[in-house]
């Protein structure tokens, strides 16, 4: 038994370090603060907090805007009711089969997103996933960090992901 | 240094044995071969790069329709049509059976003939395909924004729909001729009675312009002849319709001899427009009848099946001016009208010469009232008053023709097997290329049209022999793709076809492409067990029915545990694919499963009926690879026996 255990921690370093190798050339570097026996821990419980808060707490950078039509995006205003009940039922409709608001489950949590994001990250990457993903340092970490499952680009205008945003902002 | 010479001889060598090859090259090439005149080049589309036309090719006894891309040869998609179609689940999901509904009830299979193109002013408008059913007489419409069969409509009093589906200048019908004659209506008879007591039904079906739907308007019921094929009159000749037949000996027994008895059959030139008023002002009799009608519907997802009741027949003779027929040698296969819809070719399978009427001169022979005798009441018009003229010993078995932009005619010719090249009007033979082997037809993109489109022609072959790597006695049937543009044609490229490939419309493709449709929008999608989002996720019992109310999107199913089955229910998975993306669909399939999997369109709805026979728990999981994570795309439903008292649960990741 404790054998196996080596032997799985011993092929988990192996993994890791192959990838580590990959970040590193696309700068991101975050995998390096799991160590491997947690990682398998958190795929037999995958609610457990602690993970998640680490997940979303790596990647942090505002700064970063995303590739994409979106270039500039103030979003420090008075919470627009309307648009974010528009944004409501968007995210309902094309977003909650891998999105809950509560916990982090086939996707993100976008909870708290803006915290983690800057505004025009999260419209790019909505409008424009596909590119995003073969680009943008943090969606790469992302994709790998959610086990490989690629944003679904579901054709969501600009108009409506800026609806989005705005539910987003109401989420606490 | 060593290296180069080698490398330097061996170049030499190689270029040594190509330049051999060439002057020994293959029976179709002239000297020097491929490599000298660069014919690979010419039907080569690099990587990425698109086709310039889209070829459709009749399935013949796969009942479908199969989508290439010329100059390639490449296939591109099958469309299912009058078969099953296990690849997308098409004539097995509830949402499509209804599509193969007939009054003989739900058959699931048909020989797919004919492909034509919609028109407008007689142009190919890329709008929709209709294609025939041979053996029970149905025509079907596909749209090409979809590439899906969106109608068929069963043809009552016909039996071998085979001279169909032609479509006039405008689309205002498309036509489906009987090719058998049965007695009309169907009754109990002695079949050595056939003479003078069968009929044969031509069936002008309408198009309504916007959406395409089809209705039969009126059925013409002709002596009892064989109907072979058919063509619209274009130009000058719009408003008529012309039918080939065999059989005028009216024989039931024994055909291929006692069908070629006489030395002359007929086209018979039909004036619909005139046939139309009379319609219109209320003529012919409505006729018992029973035929489905099933239409699909893009919002819905769903197909409907209506059976109808009664059909208008009109009896030629009593439009007088409306049908007349034009003797013409021998059995003839074929009947084709050049671009300018002044000359109808009548291919005579059996005979030496081919012949071409003239629409002027058969006007100028009914003005004049010039009539050799009559059928059934039908004029009959003299040969010679109506002959344009002949093509003198082209081959042997002359099947088809069609007409390139520069007034020249392509027929083939089955039994010589070969495509003669031959002038309009001067009725020269201009050239003759081999096919390998027995042609049946060919296709020039934009063929049955006034602006034939006279780069490419393709023939259509039923042997294929040894032109490819043996795949044991069967082989798929051929295509080969000439060059027309120049004087000569050459031959550019065999190509393996999918069941028969019988006929073929080709077009352009940049008037299709630019309309075509990526998704089903999910806003739009109104079927009534659509879950459009997760929230409508959910199971439902009504009796011994369980509806599941299920979603997909990469990578999971919702929900993917499902408890509360019991033996003996009818479980229907409906399930609706949240992807908005291009090209990206969904699979279902479950364990034990009686009809086919499915496959789900983006934004699309679609059912599958399992009866669970066995108490157990059962996965189901998506048959369609889209990311990585496939594998984990799968879920588990839970059987009970009967009278277990386990309630309905269903959930995903314990939610």
């Given at each position: 038994?404790?054998?196996?255990?080596?032997?799985?921690?011993?092929?988990?370093?192996?993994?890791?370090?192959?990838?580590?190798?990959?970040?590193?050339?696309?700068?991101?570097?975050?995998?390096?603060?799991?160590?491997?026996?947690?990682?398998?821990?958190?795929?037999?419980?995958?609610?457990?907090?602690?993970?998640?808060?680490?997940?979303?707490?790596?990647?942090?950078?505002?700064?970063?805007?995303?590739?994409?039509?979106?270039?500039?995006?103030?979003?420090?205003?008075?919470?627009?009711?309307?648009?974010?009940?528009?944004?409501?039922?968007?995210?309902?409709?094309?977003?909650?089969?891998?999105?809950?608001?509560?916990?982090?489950?086939?996707?993100?949590?976008?909870?708290?997103?803006?915290?983690?994001?800057?505004?025009?990250?999260?419209?790019?990457?909505?409008?424009?996933?596909?590119?995003?993903?073969?680009?943008?340092?943090?969606?790469?970490?992302?994709?790998?960090?959610?086990?490989?499952?690629?944003?679904?680009?579901?054709?969501?205008?600009?108009?409506?992901?800026?609806?989005?945003?705005?539910?987003?902002?109401?989420?606490? | 240094?060593?290296?180069?010479?080698?490398?330097?001889?061996?170049?030499?060598?190689?270029?040594?044995?190509?330049?051999?090859?060439?002057?020994?090259?293959?029976?179709?090439?002239?000297?020097?071969?491929?490599?000298?005149?660069?014919?690979?080049?010419?039907?080569?589309?690099?990587?990425?790069?698109?086709?310039?036309?889209?070829?459709?090719?009749?399935?013949?006894?796969?009942?479908?329709?199969?989508?290439?891309?010329?100059?390639?040869?490449?296939?591109?998609?099958?469309?299912?049509?009058?078969?099953?179609?296990?690849?997308?689940?098409?004539?097995?999901?509830?949402?499509?059976k209804p599509m193969l509904n007939t009054?003989?009830g739900f058959i699931?299979?048909?020989?797919?003939?004919?492909?034509?193109?919609?028109?407008?002013?007689?142009?190919?408008?890329?709008?929709?395909?209709?294609?025939?059913?041979?053996?029970?007489?149905?025509?079907?419409?596909?749209?090409?924004?979809?590439?899906?069969?969106?109608?068929i409509?069963e043809?009552?009093?016909?039996?071998?729909?085979?001279?169909?589906?032609?479509?006039?200048?405008?689309?205002?019908?498309?036509?489906?001729?009987?090719?058998?004659?049965?007695?009309?209506?169907?009754?109990?008879?002695?079949?050595?009675?056939?003479?003078?007591?069968?009929?044969?039904?031509?069936?002008?079906?309408?198009?309504?312009?916007?959406?395409?739907?089809?209705?039969?308007?009126?059925?013409?019921?002709?002596?009892?002849?064989?109907?072979?094929?058919?063509?619209?009159?274009?130009?000058?000749?719009?408003?008529?319709?012309?039918?080939?037949?065999?059989?005028?000996?009216?024989?039931?027994?024994?055909?291929?001899?006692?069908?070629?008895?006489?030395?002359?059959?007929?086209?018979?030139?039909?004036?619909?427009?005139?046939?139309?008023?009379?319609?219109?002002?209320?003529?012919?009799?409505?006729?018992?009848?029973?035929?489905a009608?099933n239409?699909?519907?893009?919002?819905?997802?769903?197909a409907?099946s209506?059976m109808?009741?009664?059909?208008?027949?009109?009896?030629?003779?009593?439009?007088?001016?409306?049908?007349?027929?034009?003797?013409?040698?021998?059995?003839?296969?074929?009947?084709?009208?050049?671009?300018?819809?002044?000359?109808?070719?009548?291919?005579?399978?059996?005979?030496?010469?081919?012949?071409?009427?003239?629409?002027?001169?058969?006007?100028?022979?009914?003005?004049?009232?010039?009539?050799?005798?009559?059928?059934?009441?039908?004029?009959?018009?003299?040969?010679?008053?109506?002959?344009?003229?002949?093509?003198?010993?082209?081959?042997?078995?002359?099947?088809?023709?069609?007409?390139?932009?520069?007034?020249?005619?392509?027929?083939?010719?089955?039994?010589?097997?070969?495509?003669?090249?031959?002038?309009?009007?001067?009725?020269?033979?201009?050239?003759?290329?081999?096919?390998?082997?027995?042609?049946?037809?060919?296709?020039?993109?934009?063929?049955?049209?006034?602006?034939?489109?006279?780069?490419?022609?393709?023939?259509?072959?039923?042997?294929?022999?040894?032109?490819?790597?043996?795949?044991?006695?069967?082989?798929?049937?051929?295509?080969?793709?000439?060059?027309?543009?120049?004087?000569?044609?050459?031959?550019?490229?065999?190509?393996?076809?999918?069941?028969?490939?019988?006929?073929?419309?080709?077009?352009?493709?940049?008037?299709?492409?630019?309309?075509?449709?990526?998704?089903?929008?999910?806003?739009?999608?109104?079927?009534?067990?659509?879950?459009?989002?997760?929230?409508?996720?959910?199971?439902?019992?009504?009796?011994?029915?369980?509806?599941?109310?299920?979603?997909?999107?990469?990578?999971?199913?919702?929900?993917?545990?499902?408890?509360?089955?019991?033996?003996?229910?009818?479980?229907?998975?409906?399930?609706?694919?949240?992807?908005?993306?291009?090209?990206?669909?969904?699979?279902?399939?479950?364990?034990?499963?009686?009809?086919?999997?499915?496959?789900?369109?983006?934004?699309?709805?679609?059912?599958?009926?399992?009866?669970?026979?066995?108490?157990?728990?059962?996965?189901?999981?998506?048959?369609?690879?889209?990311?990585?994570?496939?594998?984990?795309?799968?879920?588990?439903?839970?059987?009970?026996?009967?009278?277990?008292?386990?309630?309905?649960?269903?959930?995903?990741?314990?939610?």
């Amino acid at each position: 038994m404790k054998h196996t255990h080596k032997l799985l921690i011993l092929m988990f370093s192996f993994v890791l370090f192959s990838c580590g190798n990959d970040k590193k050339n696309n700068q991101v570097d975050y995998s390096s603060k799991k160590a491997p026996v947690k990682k398998e821990v958190q795929k037999e419980k995958p609610k457990e907090a602690p993970a998640v808060k680490k997940e979303a707490m790596a990647n942090v950078d505002l700064s970063n805007k995303g590739i994409g039509p979106v270039k500039s995006l103030d979003i420090s205003g008075a919470i627009d009711q309307k648009l974010a009940d528009e944004g409501k039922e968007l995210f309902k409709n094309k977003c909650s089969a891998c999105h809950r608001t509560n916990r982090k489950f086939i996707g993100p949590n976008p909870t708290g997103v803006f915290d983690r994001r800057s505004p025009e990250w999260v419209m790019n990457m909505i409008i424009n996933p596909e590119e995003m993903l073969k680009k943008d340092p943090i969606a790469k970490a992302l994709l790998i960090e959610y086990n490989g499952s690629p944003m679904a680009n579901q054709n969501v205008s600009e108009k409506e992901a800026r609806a989005i945003v705005e539910y987003f902002r109401t989420l606490k | 240094m060593k290296n180069i010479i080698k490398s330097t001889l061996l170049l030499v060598a190689t270029s040594l044995f190509f330049i051999g090859c060439g002057n020994n090259g293959g029976k179709e090439q002239k000297k020097g071969g491929a490599l000298e005149n660069n014919v690979a080049e010419k039907v080569y589309v690099a990587p990425g790069e698109h086709d310039s036309h889209y070829a459709f090719i009749s399935g013949g006894y796969s009942g479908n329709l199969t989508v290439y891309g010329l100059p390639s040869g490449r296939m591109f998609k099958e469309i299912p049509v009058f078969s099953q179609f296990p690849t997308s689940g098409y004539g097995y999901s509830e949402e499509t059976k209804p599509m193969l509904n007939t009054s003989h009830g739900f058959i699931p299979w048909g020989d797919s003939h004919h492909p034509d193109i919609s028109q407008t002013n007689g142009e190919i408008d890329g709008r929709f395909i209709f294609i025939n059913e041979n053996n029970t007489p149905r025509i079907a419409k596909i749209d090409l924004r979809t590439f899906e069969t969106t109608e068929i409509i069963e043809v009552p009093n016909s039996a071998g729909n085979h001279s169909s589906s032609f479509v006039t200048e405008n689309t205002e019908y498309v036509v489906a001729g009987t090719r058998f004659s049965v007695p009309v209506p169907q009754r109990d008879m002695p079949i050595k009675e056939y003479k003078g007591n069968f009929q044969g039904a031509l069936s002008f079906i309408s198009v309504e312009p916007e959406h395409g739907h089809m209705d039969i308007k009126f059925q013409i019921l002709m002596p009892g002849f064989n109907y072979d094929l058919s063509h619209p009159g274009r130009g000058a000749s719009h408003g008529w319709f012309f039918f080939s037949t065999y059989n005028t000996e009216e024989a039931s027994t024994l055909l291929e001899v006692n069908a070629s008895q006489n030395d002359k059959d007929f086209i018979a030139a039909v004036n619909w427009k005139k046939i139309e008023e009379y319609v219109n002002n209320g003529g012919g009799t409505m006729m018992p009848a029973e035929y489905a009608h099933n239409v699909y519907d893009e919002v819905t997802h769903t197909a409907t099946s209506t059976m109808k009741k009664e059909v208008r027949v009109v009896n030629p003779s009593e439009v007088p001016g409306a049908v007349y027929l034009l003797p013409t040698p021998k059995s003839p296969h074929g009947c084709d009208v050049d671009p300018t819809g002044e000359y109808i070719i009548g291919n005579g399978k059996l005979s030496a010469n081919l012949t071409v009427h003239s629409f002027t001169k058969m006007l100028d022979a009914i003005e004049n009232k010039k009539f050799a005798g009559d059928a059934y009441g039908i004029p009959i018009l003299n040969f010679e008053d109506v002959l344009a003229g002949s093509v003198e010993q082209p081959g042997l078995g002359p099947l088809h023709t069609e007409f390139d932009d520069k007034g020249n005619a392509y027929t083939t010719f089955f039994i010589s097997s070969e495509v003669v090249k031959w002038k309009l009007g001067t009725w020269e033979v201009l050239d003759r290329k081999p096919t390998y082997y027995s042609v049946g037809h060919l296709t020039i993109p934009g063929g049955n049209s006034r602006k034939p489109q006279g780069k490419y022609m393709f023939a259509m072959n039923k042997i294929t022999k040894d032109r490819y790597l043996p795949t044991g006695p069967e082989l798929e049937h051929s295509a080969q793709l000439y060059d027309i543009s120049g004087d000569k044609m050459e031959l550019l490229l065999d190509f393996p076809t999918h069941g028969e490939p019988h006929y073929a419309a080709a077009m352009e493709a940049d008037l299709i492409k630019k309309r075509s449709r990526k998704i089903y929008k999910l806003e739009e999608n109104n079927h009534p067990y659509a879950a459009k989002s997760d929230a409508d996720v959910k199971v439902v019992r009504k009796g011994n029915e369980v509806h599941i109310y299920m979603t997909t999107i990469r990578s999971h199913f919702s929900p993917d545990n499902i408890e509360g089955i019991k033996v003996g229910d009818k479980v229907y998975f409906h399930i609706t694919n949240l992807e908005q993306d291009f090209d990206v669909p969904h699979g279902f399939a479950v364990i034990g499963q009686n009809t086919s999997e499915l496959l789900i369109m983006p934004g699309q709805t679609k059912t599958s009926v399992w009866e669970p026979t066995k108490v157990g728990v059962w996965p189901f999981y998506c048959t369609d690879f889209c990311s990585a994570l496939h594998q984990e795309m799968q879920g588990y439903i839970r059987v009970s026996p009967k009278d277990s008292p386990i309630k309905l649960s269903w959930s995903l990741d314990g939610e």
